[in-house]
Nanobody, 121 residues
């Protein structure tokens, strides 16, 4: 099995910063893309940021210039640095990883359990 464990959520004032982390463990041969999605109450899940195994990144327009995604391939870990946070960023944030469990197995997307980020004064 593969597990993704997130940490770093919490309450922050507008304009503040938070750093989310996500570590994958279990039966892992390789990890291709990793990323973060978020879901606010009453809204659909939104893809926030992605990063490939060679470090190429993509961001939703709503977070460009404020969020930075990074990863440590040796530790199967990814991070999301969130700066200049706005109340509209309030959501549950989910990390994911596209994992190949064995050398010739297909890739599957695994998700973390979610961590709450609340931006409020």
């Amino acid at each position: 099995q593969v597990q993704l464990v997130e940490s770093g959520g919490g309450l922050v004032q507008p304009g503040g910063s938070l750093r989310l982390s996500c570590t994958a463990s279990g039966s892992i041969f390789s990890i291709n893309a990793m990323g973060w999605s978020r879901q606010a109450p009453g809204k659909e899940r939104e893809l926030v940021a992605t990063i490939t195994s060679d470090g190429s990144t993509n961001y939703a327009d709503s977070v460009k210039g404020r969020f930075t995604i990074s990863r440590d391939n040796a530790k199967n870990t990814e991070h999301l640095q969130m700066n200049s946070l706005e109340p509209e960023d309030t959501a549950v944030y989910y990390c994911y990883a596209l994992v190949r469990r064995y050398i010739n197995s297909p890739q599957y997307r695994y998700w973390g359990q979610g961590t709450q980020v609340t931006v409020s004064s």
